[in-house]
């Protein structure tokens, strides 16, 4: 196949739009500044705290609509063991993500003017815990960086028949220039034109794959085993508990990832950040059903009648690229390039989200909070531009491992889900918890889930859930693992800071082996929440988290 001339020159074009939409902003971002007196910090990574309800449904929708939400969908449904009965509860968990985020923890944390969702740690917990905390959550936005990269990399190698290698880094490049140039308001501004041209583009390409003489009516392939699996997936009463684990590992995941509450911290108001969430995940499922479509489509397909011939993607080991392979095989050309500016504008939505998430946790929780509290303005703004181009770097580097992208995808969920959530979600609502408790709720949450095993990283279980069986060699566990993970994990924060509390403070321990400075907290309470926090009482609050 030789290179597809036009489709790279309409990919130049577009990608030359969103690097004017982004240069644009970064003006508008400075003229604010200067009417606003706000640092240049501030600036780059809450935009001054001024983001209206509209420009954040936009810009929250857009971090999560992206190459691997695209393309991972597409692979889903294509799946014979997943297909619509799982694509369907990960669509659900989605958007119950956003709610929930709205509903428990944007309130909370934006009345506490916060700058990142780290920044409770730091006032509770100090420094070590902290940091620990800051460089899990950095790991997560690199390996959701990867993940929406990889996405892009397969449609246009396989579309534009150009380098894998050469599509990661033009794309990387791209979204790294325009978030350095105006931080959040480049990133949200961009955010808006690419979640168009997202809806756009698939709206465009959904009918021409669907009406393809190669594709059947997907009402009659839906359950009937015809030329492909039935594109219903496989229900099994005994995979019950795994979909309700993947519902809820997903549910949790938004809450505790960055880019989300980058969002929230940014809205102009409490309750817009509230309002941004809840429309943002009904807008979700949305957005959600055309990949949908043309995952069913995928199943429904003769390929023997089509240039790429049989057997079907799936079963050559290729349903990752099921998205990029029905576009060049199903539709015209002109219609494939839409595809793939529609993939790649998804895909820079993300990844601008992530690029400058693993960018504010860097500089405001570990360099300016703890390796050079007396950074000036000017070196923090320095920092941000520094991590911005490093997480790109890295992040571009693992696209080369060209995993499954759904693998990587349930990775970053369980960094997030196990690891982040229950941490925060104590942190912010039980005045309890202490360091002893934050550490031991990382122990026992990690160790529970290695020790469950795990089929994808060739982990062989030591604890045996009931429901565990043998199949083909290998022990699979059918009981909710992640689920049990994580209530553990918030569990043992609760009940081991509890034991700390009451074990320093009673004197049972010498205060000399109190590292976490528990006795000088206020003494054991019920293990009850604090409560959402108000405007009127707020300094108070921060102050007795603070004591």
Excluded at 141 to 150: G, N, R
Excluded at 204 to 233: E, R
Excluded at 282 to 299: E, H, K, M, R, Y
Excluded at 435 to 454: E, K
Aim: one cysteine or more; a neutral charge; hydrophobic letters at 50%.
């Amino acid at each position: 196949m030789a290179l597809n001339v036009p489709g790279v020159i309409v990919m130049g074009i577009f990608y030359l739009l969103v690097l004017g939409t982004g240069i644009w902003a970064s003006f508008k971002s400075k003229k604010k500044q200067k009417k606003s007196a706000a640092t240049g910090m501030e600036m780059a990574l809450l935009g001054n705290r001024s983001i209206n309800w509209v420009v954040g449904i936009f810009t929250l929708t857009a971090s999560w609509v992206g190459g691997a939400f695209i393309v991972g969908t597409v692979e889903m449904m294509c799946t014979p063991s997943l297909g619509l009965i799982w694509t369907t509860v990960s669509m659900m968990g989605f958007s119950s993500s956003c709610v929930l985020g709205g509903l428990v923890l944007a309130k909370p944390m934006r009345e506490r003017n916060y700058v990142t969702m780290l920044d409770p740690f730091h006032i509770k917990y100090g420094k070590a815990i902290t940091a620990g905390l800051s460089l899990a959550s950095v790991v997560n936005d690199v390996v959701l960086l990867s993940t929406t990269l990889i996405g892009l990399g397969g449609m246009m190698s396989v579309v534009l028949d150009l380098p894998f290698t050469v599509c990661m880094w033009i794309s990387s490049a791209v979204t790294v220039t325009y978030t350095l140039l105006g931080g959040l308001y480049s990133v949200a501004y961009t955010d808006i034109i690419q979640l168009i041209l997202v809806f756009i583009g698939l709206c465009i390409c959904v009918p021409f794959v669907l009406t393809s003489p190669s594709t059947l009516d997907i009402g009659q392939t839906l359950m009937n085993n015809t030329l492909n699996a039935p594109w219903i997936g496989q229900p099994e009463l005994k995979k019950t508990w795994l979909m309700i684990d993947h519902f809820v590992l997903l549910a949790v995941k938004s809450m505790g990832s960055q880019y989300f509450h980058q969002r929230t911290l940014s809205a102009s108001s409490p309750s817009t950040a509230r309002i941004t969430c809840i429309a943002a995940g009904f807008l979700l499922l949305l957005f959600g059903i055309p990949p949908t479509l043309l995952g069913a489509a995928v199943s429904s397909t003769d390929w023997n009648q089509t240039t790429y011939g049989s057997p079907s993607p799936y079963e050559r080991g290729e349903a990752a690229m099921a998205l990029p392979i029905a576009l060049q095989h199903l539709t015209p050309t002109f219609i494939s390039i839409i595809g793939i500016g529609c993939v790649a504008a998804a895909v820079m939505s993300s990844a601008d989200s992530v690029l400058l998430a693993a960018a504010s946790v860097f500089t405001s929780d570990i360099y300016k909070s703890i390796l050079r509290p007396q950074a000036s303005d000017r070196e923090n703004q320095w920092v941000i531009r520094v991590s911005v181009v490093v997480v790109g770097l890295i992040g571009t580097s693992l696209t080369g491992l060209k995993n499954s992208i759904i693998m990587f995808w349930f990775l970053g969920a369980e960094i997030s889900s196990i690891i982040i959530f229950p941490q925060l979600l104590c942190v912010v609502y039980f005045n309890i918890c202490n360091g002893y408790g934050a550490v031991m709720g990382f122990l026992v949450g990690v160790t529970i889930r290695l020790l469950s095993g795990d089929k994808s990283m060739g982990l062989e279980p030591v604890i045996y859930f009931p429901g565990c069986t043998l199949e083909d060699g290998i022990h699979v566990q059918y009981a909710p693992i992640k689920t049990i993970s994580i209530l553990c994990t918030v569990a043992a924060i609760l009940l081991f800071s509890y034991l700390a509390s009451v074990l320093f403070n009673k004197g049972v321990l010498p205060e000399k082996w109190d590292v976490f400075k528990v006795k000088a907290q206020h003494s054991p309470v019920p293990l009850s929440p604090v409560g959402g926090a108000t405007e009127d009482n707020e300094e108070e609050k921060l102050k007795s988290l603070s004591d």
